[in-house]
């Protein structure tokens, strides 16, 4: 069993703000391309619960031309 060592005081917050640059760090384009990456892989589970995702229509020739 793993065990968590309680930290308090000075050192709590410099591992908390070190925690913290690490995670503002990432650039936002990276952060884009994982939440675009994780759609593309839901959308591939055909046992998808709740409301679905409308797919928009493709680029057809207008049938009034």
Same mark, same amino acid.
């Given at each position: #069993?793993?065990? +968590? /060592?309680?930290?308090?005081?000075?050192?709590?917050? +410099?591992?908390?703000?070190?925690? #913290?640059?690490?995670?503002?760090?990432? @650039?936002?384009?990276?952060?884009?391309?994982?939440?675009? /990456?994780?759609?593309?892989?839901?959308?591939? &589970?055909? &046992?998808?619960?709740?409301?679905?995702?409308?797919?928009?229509?493709?680029?057809? @020739?207008?049938?009034?031309?």
């Amino acid at each position: #069993m793993r065990t +968590t /060592e309680m930290v308090e005081g000075p050192e709590a917050w +410099t591992r908390f703000r070190d925690a #913290m640059k690490k995670v503002v760090s990432v @650039p936002h384009a990276d952060i884009k391309k994982r939440i675009e /990456e994780q759609r593309k892989q839901a959308a591939l &589970n055909p &046992n998808k619960r709740g409301p679905k995702r409308k797919v928009k229509p493709s680029a057809s @020739p207008d049938p009034a031309v």
